[in-house]
Structures are given as C-alpha cells and as structure tokens.
C-alpha cells in the first residue's frame, strides 16, 4: 500500500507542476527538486545507533596497495562472538568490494555480496559467549575512504602516498567493517609496499620484513580498543622530525617536498601534551603520537587513534611571521585523544561530546599558551559567529538528520565548546577538572552519550543540571538579550532590566540562567548576581554612588546575543578600561556603528595603542565598517604595526575602501612588504581599481614564485575582481604551464576565475574546449572546478560534455556539479535553443507518465486481487525498513 499511495502522491505531483510551470524545463527542475525525502517524524528520519549482536574483539587487515592503479589487495580478519542470544547471520558494512574469497571458523550455509553489505550465513547458530572469526579476500577501487596521491594524478614525484579517512562512515569503502562508533575493538594493520615508503597507522610499531613479492611488510598493533572509524593507514614517500614527550614518542610527517615547513607546525605538540594532562587530569593513553600531513586531505584533520592526519594547507613559512601557525589545529586533534577516541560518543547525535570537547581544549591551550585575554577572545569571535547564525532551530542533540555529516557543524565545534565554557564557569574551575577526569576514568574505551556527563556533574556537584542540559543541549538557540540601564540618584539605586526577546517555541525555549554584573566607579568594583529566569525582570543595585563602567558578564561566561547600548561617559570608560579586554571589544563593537569624528579618533587611538592585539584588529574592521573619509585617514595612518596579524587586518581594511589614497598605499605596500600573507591581501586589494597599469601588476605577480603558489593565486582573485577579458589569454597561459605549482584549490580557482571572466565573450570556444581539458582530471577537486566553470562559462555547446557526467547512473559530487552546470546553461539559453530540446523532453515525459500509469493499474489489480484472497482474514500490514 505505501507503494500505491506513493505513485497516486508521484501522479499528483507531476500534474500539480505541470500547471504551475512555466515550461516543461522548469517542470522537469521541479520534479528533480522535489526529492521525496523522509519527513522530519518518520522513523526513516530519526537515527539510533545500530543493534550490537555481537562484540567484536579484533580486526586485522593486511593489505597491497597499488599506488599506479590506485587500488588495494586486502585480507580483512574479524574475530567477534555473540553477546546474549545464539548468532547466525553475520552483516558487515561494504561498498562496491570484489569478494574473492571468504572462510570462517565456523561452517558457512553461503555468503553473499551486495554493493553495501557482505552477509554471511552461519550452518548453524553460534553460541554466545563463543569466539568465533571471518576472514575475507578482498579487492576495492575506492572512490571515498582511501585515497592516493601519486604523479598519475598531477602530484609531485617523490612525493607519492595514499591516506586513509573513516569518520564518518567511509571506511566502508575500503574493507568490510561493523562502521559504526558504538563498538570498539582491537586492531593490527599489516601494509605491503615497496622499500623506501613509510607505513603510519594506529598503536605501536611491532615489524617491518620483506614479503613473497619483494615488498616491505610494515606490521602496527593496536592493543587497546577503539572505534571502527579511527582506524588509519597513512603509507608512501615521507620524511619527519620528531621528539618524546615523557616516554610518548612524537613525529611529525610531510611528504619529502614539505619537510622543511615540519617544524613549523610540530613546534608545539610537546607542550600541548603536557598542558593537556595536567589540565585533563588523566594521561596521554595511547603508545605514540604521530602526526602526518598528506595532499589535499579531505578534512582540516582527523584524530585517528595516536595517528592524526593532517592537512599540508597547515604548513607555512617563517616568512608569515605570527599570521599563520599550527597551534589550533594540533591542539584541537591532540584533545581528540581524550575526547573522541579514549571516549566516543555511542551515536552521531552525540557528537559534540567528541567535537565540542577537543574545540574547548583548543581554547583552553590558546589561553595557557597566550594568555587568558587570548583565550576569551577566541570565545568572543566563536559566540559572534554562532549569534549571527539564522535559522538557528537545531538542538546540539538531536536524531532529526538525513546524514552523518550533517551533525558536523557549528553545534557541535564551537557551541558544543560554548557549553562547556559555561559549564566550567559554572562549577569552577577545580571541580569542573575532577568532574571530566571521573568523566574520562569511568568510560575509557567505552562509548558514551550526553547523560553520562550529566550524571558526572550531579553527582560530584550535588546539583541538578536537567534544566541546563534541556536548555544548551536538547533544545536551540541562545538568550537574545534586550538591557536597560538607568540609575536612580536619590535612593541611590541601579536599575537594570532585561529582557529575553529570543522567539520561543517548542524548539527554543525561555532560558534560565545566572549572570553576574560588574559596577565600577570611584567606590572601586562589584560584582553581583542575577538569575535571569523570566521573559521580562527589573533588577535593582544599591551602590554608594553612579557606577562609571556597568558590565554585564564581566567574565564572559554566557552565550548570549545581547544589546546594550551604553551611554557615551560609559562607553568611553569602558573602551579605556586595561582589565578587560571584553569590555573594550564590545566597546569598540557599539563604536563601529557610529561615524563622527570623535569616534574615528577613539578607534585609531585602540588601533596603535591598545595593548591586546584582538582589539587592535576590531578596532581596524570597525574603521573599515564606518567607512567615512576620516576613517580611511586614520588607516592610511596605522600601517606600521608590529604585530603582523594586526598589519594583515589594516592592509585588508585599506582595501575595502575604493579611493586613490587607499590605491597608492596598497601600490607602495606591493614594493615595500615582506610578509607573502599581507602582500597577497594588497595584490587583492588591487582588484578593485580599473587602472591601465593593474593588469600589468597582476600579471607580475601572477608569473611570481612563492610557498604554494600564494601570490599567484591572490593575483588570480584580483583578476576576477578586475573583469577584464584582458586577462584572459594570460590566465590560461600560466595555468597550462604552470599547472604543478598551483595547490589543487589554487588551480580550481584559476579554472573558475578563467571561466568567469569569458563568459561575456562572444566567442568562448578556446576557453571552452581548456576547461573540457579538466573534466576528467585525476584529482577530483580539479574535475569539480573544471565542471562548475563550464557551468559559469555560459557556452551552450559545453552541454554535451557535461551531460555525460549529469547522466550519470551512480550519484556523486561530479554527478551533482555537472547537473547544476546544465541546468544554469540551459536556463540561461535563449528560447529559441530551448524549443530544439523540447520535443524530446515532452516526450520522454510522457514515456515516464505511461510507465507510472501502467504500474499504478498492476497496484490496483494486485491490491484488489489480496482484498479478495483474503476476504475471510484481516490484512497484515508489512513493515518496511530502511537499508
């Protein structure tokens, strides 16, 4: 019956659209739109994490890679037994995997292999408690998973590698896997390949010896269980520097080529470890800590189980000065030791337990590191983002998503993290450390869900957190705060009110929480305490005289969206305040709205003078945001700045602006700087001027040499803000012979920035036939660009090519992109090129119709024929399940 109902819903649809579409074009969009995606309460669209019939103990995988064809023998060994209730049908998660051969411990009735499961069938069923193992045989051309990097693919020579990536559910893709985070078991990891490659994966080094075939066997254990998508396999060409921290040996790995930009990044894991014990609480757990960087990497990083991979956009020069480093990224993938790997969440639901932890612990280092003012503010620039976000209806926990993926998001990084900050807040800093450390001990090598850290916290605190976590986790939002402020002189009272003007529903709730309120005058300073509860409360102070600075939060504490416009006295006391950097933040904040020459002045005077490099960046982006002709003075001004990230900002801000002054600063910046980031920010700048000596200087740039091809790729940008078909001959030009020293994002750039700029020419067909030159390029992140250029291109003639990929039978990103590309192309025909494709379209519309037609009558006779069947006997109805 949900088959029938499903056609009669189809018919339906396709005949509403037809009336309502303006073409059979815009129908057959409608129709590929229209996806019949599960609504938001069907089972299919809820997600629990899967049954666990059987623990599995082991897993060993021995696998041959063939770096030329970029595929993988391999000989995948599960040992597992049944947990309560005898077990005879074995699932194992696989996608596309050629099964050569498969035997177990126990008889097998049959096996068979779908393109996502392997299903073996037991004679009989296995007792529980009763070990037992699979070994299967296996080859796999995988397109997700696994990955190669070799000169096939347009990577340098010496350099080649593959990488594996599991979370979250692709390791599938490349050996049969319970791929799930709700089981943890051992594992042992045996690669082959040819002498002179390095072999990184989990756990310890136990042996590396040559093979039947000549190559090196490189044997790694991991002799303590952890999840499924934690398992790595990083093999090929590297070289690394290294340390110990205690006895954790340390290694940090790049391809040959990168080696000299290690010890850049590596510098500070060492002390990241040590902070992150004393601060944890319990010790580094695992044998090793290895980091590796690889090619284009599908992620910033991945915290495989004492085996992190890392992106080589991490890598920088010395020349950036204090612009770039690796700090957040390492500390971020290190605290997933703790926080993911030693525990892991139970489901994806739960994921910010493993992302809102390691981003925290990121900030928690950056303040140990940097100091407390640092750390607040990378908090502050976190809560701007997660306050600004719209539509912000989603819980940090919830089972309402389609894919995995989706649960990876500002909810779980940065709000998760927020959470956390107003936990320890709320708890002090001691007793929120032993809370997490019980936390930790209690579930090491177990999984874990949200109630566990609930139940932690009240019972080491004594004090209920159900309202907390039904607030900041199980439902959305934030407060939206509306302050007042007045002061009564005559009973010398405070009057402050708030209100909570967050639109409440059944996903967003009235908050309840406590907030502390900082008077400071000539008494000195007083902090008091409110609990904010109600929709709308006055809240009064007695104080001995008018408070100079009236700061709300004063520690930064809650996430809140708040407004409070401060009188000006008050505004300026605030901005001039040293003890805190917040305070002068938010003030600079206020400021920004304004444009009168006296705020211009306070904010230059914060640019050159404050003594907190966050500040001195605002108060750079606010002079921008003003926008007035004196704001650009005081820029114009600011350039010598000895911090090179506040330097960055100004030059950016500078750039903002279109007016000759900020062009001949940003021109001389071109011969006088230095630094590549800030000199890529003024070549940018360039982009906006029409000037007849710009495309000169671009092309300069463009045809420079510098660390990943960073100049070049500003000046590509400048080109496409420029518009100027003059650049196209040139652009084109470098990107064919100098296609090797573009990083595969620059290249992508160059391609949609050429396409771009051709797309009003009348003739596009060299432009066309070299971005069709790409399509099927080795690396996917070029096949993408050169797809979605065509798109942009706007040449009709460019469809046959995409059509080839849009028609696709399997979905895929180059599937997605080409259709996307079709569609722009051909809606941005002319109607007369449409009615050449109409005939057929109409009638494969009507084929289809036909075909759901005919079905529709083979339901009714077979529906009609079981009402009859079985006149005498009530109907059951068959439950369907998803795969």
């Not at 002054?661 to 071109?670: D, G, S």
């Not at 030009?733 to 994002?745: I, M, N, P, Q, V």
Request: glycine share 4%.
């Amino acid at each position: 019956m949900k088959r029938l109902l499903h056609l009669l819903t189809l018919v339906s649809l396709v005949s509403s659209l037809f009336a309502r579409a303006e073409t059979e074009t815009t129908a057959i969009e409608c129709i590929k739109s229209a996806a019949f995606l599960a609504p938001l309460d069907s089972p299919e669209h809820r997600k629990y994490a899967p049954d666990r019939e059987i623990d599995i103990l082991h897993l060993t995988l021995d696998v041959t890679p063939d770096f030329k064809q970029r595929t993988i023998a391999g000989k995948a060994t599960l040992k597992f037994k049944p947990i309560a209730k005898p077990f005879q049908e074995l699932r194992l998660d696989a996608v596309d995997l050629a099964v050569e051969s498969l035997t177990a411990t126990e008889k097998i009735l049959g096996y068979q292999v779908t393109d996502k499961q392997i299903i073996v069938t037991f004679e009989q069923p296995i007792a529980p408690d009763k070990e037992a193992s699979v070994t299967i045989t296996y080859r796999a051309e995988p397109t997700s998973g696994l990955y190669f990097r070799t000169p096939e693919m347009g990577y340098k020579e010496g350099d080649t590698h593959l990488f594996s990536q599991g979370e979250e559910i692709e390791a599938r893709h490349w050996y049969p896997c319970f791929d799930s985070p709700n089981e943890k078991f051992t594992s042992e990891m045996i690669c082959h390949v040819p002498e002179g490659m390095t072999v990184v994966s989990n756990g310890r080094w136990v042996a590396e010896e040559k093979d039947a075939n000549g190559l090196v066997a490189a044997r790694w254990l991991q002799d303590k269980p952890h999840v499924n998508y934690l398992i790595s396999l990083v093999a090929g060409y590297f070289k690394k520097v290294e340390d110990k921290y205690k006895d954790v040996p340390l290694a940090f790995y790049t391809p040959p080529s990168e080696i000299n930009e290690a010890p850049n990044s590596f510098r500070d894991t060492k002390d990241i470890m040590a902070f992150f014990e004393q601060e944890i609480g319990v010790p580094y757990p695992w044998a090793k800590y290895y980091q590796v960087c690889v090619n284009d990497f599908v992620a910033g990083g991945m915290e495989n189980t004492s085996a992190t991979t890392l992106t080589d956009n991490t890598l920088f020069t010395t020349a950036t000065e204090n612009i770039r480093d690796s700090q957040g990224l390492v500390a971020h993938e290190m605290a997933h030791q703790w926080f993911g790997d030693l525990v892991t969440c139970k489901d994806w639901s739960h994921i910010w337990l493993n992302e809102g932890f390691a981003t925290y612990y990121e900030s928690l280092y950056e303040g140990r590191k940097n100091g407390r003012d640092a750390m607040l503010y990378e908090l502050y620039q976190r809560a701007r983002s997660i306050t600004g976000t719209p539509n912000d209806t989603n819980a940090i926990v919830r089972r309402t998503y389609d894919s995995p993926r989706e649960m990876f998001g500002y909810l779980a990084y940065p709000k998760g993290g927020w959470v956390l900050h107003m936990l320890r807040s709320q708890l002090g800093e001691d007793l929120y450390r032993r809370c997490i450390k019980t936390y930790l001990e209690r579930h090491q090598f177990d999984n874990v869900v949200t109630e566990d850290l609930r139940a932690v916290i009240e019972e080491l605190s004594g004090r209920s957190y159900d309202q907390f976590f039904e607030q900041w986790l199980y439902h959305a939002h934030h407060p939206e705060l509306e302050v007042n402020y007045s002061w009564d002189e005559k009973n010398k009272l405070a009057k402050v009110t708030l209100k909570q003007t967050q639109s409440l529903s059944e996903n967003v709730l009235l908050f309840h929480f406590p907030l502390a309120i900082r008077f400071k005058g000539k008494f000195g300073a007083t902090d008091r305490q409110m609990q904010v509860k109600d929709k709308e409360e006055d809240f009064y102070f007695p104080l001995p005289e008018a408070p100079q600075i009236v700061r709300l939060d004063p520690e930064y504490t809650l996430l809140a969206k708040t407004k409070f416009e401060a009188p000006n006295p008050m505004l300026d006391a605030q901005l001039a305040d040293q003890d805190d950097a917040i305070g002068r933040l938010l003030a600079i904040e206020q400021l920004s709205a304004k444009k009168d020459k006296e705020t211009v002045a306070k904010l230059k005077e914060r640019l050159n003078n404050d003594p907190f490099y966050g500040a001195r960046l605002e108060a750079s982006k606010a002079l921008r945001s003003i926008h007035t002709d004196e704001a650009l003075e005081a820029l114009l001004t600011s350039t010598k700045q000895s911090d090179a990230r506040v330097r960055h900002q100004v030059v950016e801000d500078i750039g903002g602006f279109y007016r000759e002054t900020a062009y001949e600063t940003t021109r001389k910046m071109l011969e006088t700087e230095r630094n590549p980031d800030i000199l890529s920010a003024a070549i940018r700048a360039l982009g906006g001027y029409a000037k007849a000596e710009v495309p000169e200087a671009l092309l300069k740039f463009l045809n420079s040499e510098s660390y990943r091809n960073e100049l070049a790729s500003a000046a590509i940008a400048a080109m496409r803000s420029q518009d100027d078909p003059v650049s196209i001959a040139p652009l084109m030009d470098s990107l064919s012979k100098r296609e090797a020293e573009f990083t595969s994002r620059g290249l992508g750039q160059g391609l949609t920035t050429l396409a771009y700029l051709a797309r009003n020419e009348e003739t596009k067909e060299r432009v066309r036939e070299f971005l069709t030159g790409y399509v099927n390029h080795k690396k996917r992140t070029i096949r993408l660009a050169a797809l979605s250029a065509l798109g942009t291109l706007g040449d009709p003639k460019a469809i046959a090519a995409l059509e080839k990929f849009a028609t696709a039978s399997k979905e895929s990103p180059e599937r997605t992109t080409a259709e996307k590309a079709v569609a722009d192309l051909r809606a941005a025909r002319k109607p007369v090129d449409d009615f050449k494709n109409l005939r057929s379209e109409v009638l494969d519309l009507q084929q289809q119709n036909r075909e759901l037609r005919k079905e529709l009558e083979d339901l009714k006779k077979k529906v009609a024929g079981s009402e009859k069947k079985g006149s005498d006997t009530p109907l059951k109805k068959k439950k369907t399940t998803k795969k």
